[in-house]
């Protein structure tokens, strides 16, 4: 965004570079074309790497912004964040579910961490973009668990289930896709909790 024409403008960057150049634009709706100059106007802008729908900004853009970066989090930073909120929530819940609440946010990694890798934005799903925001649904969803309803391991595993087809399977275009992700979380199921499919869709 914004897609590049067919010698690689494009328009609606160059009339924002024009007001950061110039700071204003021509008038164009009378015959004079008056210089209209704009003042107090503070431009705040989120990009990513180019790549999936994003293109490339150009240099003569960017040099008017000041850029502000972060390093993900590592694994063990997320395990910590998460083990803390969860045990926050569901510590005083029965054993058998506040003794998997490790393994719920181990498995919650590796099924971001393989959706990111299996269902890869392209130009019709460029909204298949998925960050830290979206785990953390999956846990709020999690949290919001009643304990007089959630008092086995299956129980915390179909509310994850759900949770995790929410937050990502809402937004997949294709039956395909879906399958996909459910067998990526039907994964973590067998592996981690030794639950196999059948336990979590009845």
Known sequence: ???KEFYGAQPPIELLRQWMDHKGWYERITKEKNWMKIQDII????????????SFITPRL???YNIITYTNLGAESITMIFNTILNKFLGS???DVSSNITKLVEATQVVYKNVELKLKPTPIKSHYTFNLRDMSKIFQGVCAAH???IVKKEDLLRLWFHEAQRVFGDRMVSDQDKE????IIF??????????KAGILT
Do not use: C, D
């Open 93 to 95: 819940f029965e054993s």
């Open 147 to 149: 304990s007089k309803t």
């Open 187 to 196: 994964e973590q199921t067998n592996s981690k909790f030794s639950v196999e």
């Open 180 to 183: 996909v992700l459910s067998e």
């Open 1 to 3: 965004m914004p897609k």
């Open 62 to 64: 960017l040099r008017h």
């Open 43 to 54: 431009f705040v802008s989120a990009m990513g790497p180019p790549g999936g729908g994003r």
